[in-house]
C-alpha cells in the first residue's frame, strides 16, 4: 500500500504542473496558490471536528512544525509558481529528478545516514544534467525565460528535500493527516498575507473551467498528494520513498506533451538522460 499510495501522489503531483500552467492564464498566481491552500484546509475541517485527526502536540515540536510549513508549501509554491511562468511543464518535470538526490544529501547532513560513493556520483551526474538543460534551453511561447524558471524549480526542490526530512522526523509522533493540516493551515496563513500587498491580485470573474481546476489543485493535490506521501514516508525510508519521484518527470513530459503541446527537443532528451544516469546511478546497490 505504501507504494501504491507513492505512485499515485507522484501521477497527482506531475498534474498539478500541467493544471498550474493552464489556470495561471487566467488568475493571478498568488490567487491560485491561496485558492488551493484554503480549499485543501476547509476540506480537513470536517475531519477534526469529527475526531479523524490525531493531535498530541509535544513540547519543543514547534520549530520543527514551522520549518516544515516554511519548507513546503509556503517557498515550495513561491518558487514553483513562478517557475512556471517562466519555463515550460515538462522542462520543471525533469528538474524534480533532482529531488531524490537532494534527500540523499540530507539524510546525510541531518539524520547521519552513510551513503556510498556511487549516491555522490549520482549527484553530480543529475546536477550536471539539470544545468545542461537549463542552460541550453531557448525562449519560446510556453518558456520566456527557462534558464531563470530551471534555477527557481531547483531551489523548490530544495524547500522539498527539507519537508521530507523533517516530515520523515515528526511522522512518529503526529498522524499524516494532522502534518498535512499543518502544511495547509501555514500555506494559508502565507498566501493570504501575500494577497494583501500590492503583489497579490484577486481575479475580476470566477471562469467555470479554470476555478474546477483550482479545486482540483486544493482537493485532489495538496490534500491528497500530500496526505497519502506523508502517510507512505512514515511507513518507509526516506531513500526508497525519494526514488519514486523519478516518476514526476516521466508523467510531465507524457501529459505536457498530450495536454499542452510541449515537443521535447532531441538536446532536452539528452540532458533529461544524463538527469536520469544520474537517478539511476545513485539508487542502484553497492555491488
Known sequence: ????????????????????????????????????????????????????????????????????????PCLYFLFEANALMHTSASQAGVITATLPMMMAAGAAAFLHERQPRQVWLGIALSFAGVIWLSMD?????????????????????????????????????????????????????????????????????????PSLWVLYLGAAITLGAYGLYTWAVSRIPVARAGAFNNLIPVFTVAMAWLLLGETPQPWQGAAGALVFAGVWLSQRRPT
Not at 484554503?38 to 475526531?51: R, Y
Open 137 to 209: 534551453s531557448q525562449a519560446g511561447p510556453g518558456a520566456p525565460n527557462p534558464l531563470l524558471g530551471n534555477a527557481l524549480e531547483f531551489c523548490a526542490m530544495v524547500c522539498a528535500s527539507g519537508y521530507v526530512l523533517i516530515a520523515k522526523r515528526l511522522s512518529a509522533r503526529y498522524s499524516p493527516l494532522a502534518l498535512t493540516g499543518v502544511q495547509t493551515l501555514a500555506g494559508c496563513a502565507w498566501f493570504g498575507l501575500a494577497m494583501l500587498t500590492p503583489w497579490g491580485a484577486w481575479p475580476d470573474a470566477l471562469l467555470l473551467v
Open 1 to 72: 500500500m505504501p507504494y501504491l499510495a507513492l505512485t499515485l501522489a507522484m501521477f497527482l503531483w506531475s498534474s498539478a504542473f500541467i493544471v498550474l500552467k493552464y489556470v495561471f492564464q487566467f488568475y493571478h498566481p498568488l490567487a491560485v496558490l491561496f485558492a488551493r491552500m484554503a480549499i485543501a484546509t476547509l476540506c480537513l475541517l470536517p475531519l477534526a471536528m469529527g475526531g479523524r485527526i490525531r493531535w498530541r502536540y509535544r513540547q519543543g515540536d514547534w520549530p520543527w512544525l514551522l520549518a516544515m510549513g516554511l519548507c513546503e
